[in-house]
């Protein structure tokens, strides 16, 4: 069998939450170009959905913080493709807040959002992913946060934080017929990117990066059709790091730093 054979989606149904635009879209496009047939939500329909193959995602207006939405999101799906293959709960975020002021409300929205949300809709997905033959595939999108937590994303950490372990949690209760994953993501470069990471889009801090750049929307996306993939039949309950390595920890670009300012006034000396 042909490599391509594996990445072939011909036939399958996909969610992507929080789809139309960023990751999620580009998740959607590679699973269309892969051949599948997808079906993207957001608060808001996009001016141009995610279109490749000659197919267009379908869009539903969702918001999947409400159970009974997300399970109509998964309803709607079947009821357009016959049956789901693949969820990837993407839909996300927070904004930084100050963890000593922040309010009750929106710690709760980012909670929501992050963890009960994935939670809600992978819940409808298991449902219809059971009593199909070949079962089903789900990856949630976390953050590198939950593994190392940044100054002004308490909530948010704690929220994808529990994602991971939510992961591993279904992973175990839903095997075999349903395969749970997790994608920890890092700095990723995207139209929001800018007024965190600068007008540069993020090139001033690839160097803290040990891949010497921030990854791309389709970094992740590649992750995905591999982990939900005929490459990946017996990975389930994974956390796979699409971080290009992680950070280079401060204190060794400080020592770096202080090294280099070392050599520059060190006077010359006579042997």
């Known amino acids: 069998m042909g490599i391509g054979n594996f990445i ?31 079906m993207v939500c957001g608060r808001n329909e996009p001016s141009a959905p995610p279109e490749a193959g000659g197919r267009t995602a379908h869009f539903r207006s969702v918001d999947v913080r409400d159970p009974a939405a997300a399970a109509g999101l998964v309803d709607a799906a079947v009821e357009r493709f016959g049956r789901l293959d693949v969820l990837v709960n993407n839909a ?25 949300a994935p939670f809600y809709v992978a819940q409808a997905a298991n449902r ?18 939950a593994h190392t937590p940044q100054p002004g994303t308490a909530a948010y950490t704690a929220a994808k934080a529990g994602l991971l372990a939510l992961t591993r949690a279904l992973a175990l209760e839903w095997a ?51 982990l939900t993939g005929d490459l990946a039949p017996y990975i389930n309950g994974a956390d796979l790091a699409v971080h290009g390595g992680g950070e280079v920890p401060a204190r060794f670009l400080v020592a770096k730093d202080g090294r280099r300012r070392d050599a520059h006034h060190e006077p010359f000396s006579s042997s």
């Not at 996300?92 to 009960?116: H, Y």
């Not at 219809?128 to 946060?145: L, W």
């Not at 990471?197 to 803290?208: C, I, M």
Request: aromatic share 4%.
């Open 8 to 38: 072939d989606f011909t036939g399958r149904a996909v969610i992507v939450t929080g789809g139309t635009k960023g990751i999620g879209a580009a998740i959607a496009t590679m699973f269309l170009a892969a051949g599948a047939e997808v």
């Open 176 to 226: 075999p017929k349903v395969r749970v994953n997790h994608i920890t993501t890092g700095l990723i470069r995207t139209e929001s990117a800018v007024p965190v990471y600068g007008d540069d889009g993020g090139a001033a801090v690839a160097g803290v990066i040990p891949m010497g750049r921030m990854a791309v929307p389709d970094d992740v996306a590649h992750a995905c059709l591999y």
């Open 128 to 145: 219809i992913m059971q009593a199909q033959q070949d079962g089903g595939s789900v990856v949630n999108i976390g953050s590198v946060s």
């Open 92 to 116: 996300g975020g927070s904004p930084d807040a100050d963890a000593a002021t922040v309010s009750p409300r929106f710690v709760e929205k980012v909670v929501a959002l992050n963890l009960l």
